[in-house]
């Protein structure tokens, strides 16, 4: 894929690919077909100032869609979701709490979509910020990103992956 000689076209923005923890034993499931496994990606929609069409576009809100690789959470599970993008890319730190992630935004409850490009379902979420989807500095590129659940009780980790180009 990085040397060109993939099929798969680029759709611009960055993508995560998110699976059950590396710290949670797959035996301690109570059944594999229930893990959840979610793709998130983000897009910086381009954005101008209403009043002034010769004014460059700019970078405006990000915006966050989950797609479910397997059945999606029962409605209303993902009100206390949070998404915790940190300031490592290490995922042997997984499950270490992580009280200053690099950005953090909730998952408001959304309807749930059916996707007619994946056919999966989606998500919508619009990040409260405009993320850099570029590496270093203030970029998200090559940064850990969990699904957490009750940020501020347990905070369960449900999912994690590494934010990479899409």
Partial sequence: ??????????????????????????????????????DILFNNQPSRDADDASTPIRDGPTGATLRFRNSPPKEGTTDRWWVLIHRDGDLRNSGVPDPHPFYSFPILSASPTLSRESGSMERAVTVPDALDLSVGGKGIIGRRVSVVRDLKGKGETLMEGIIGYN
Avoid: W, Y
């Avoid at 699976?19 to 059944?31: D, G, L």
């Fill in 1 to 38: 894929m990085c040397n060109g000689h993939s099929s798969r076209t680029s759709k611009g923005g960055a993508v995560a690919i998110l699976n059950i923890p590396f710290h949670q034993k797959i035996s301690s499931r109570s059944n594999r077909d229930e893990e959840l496994q979610c």
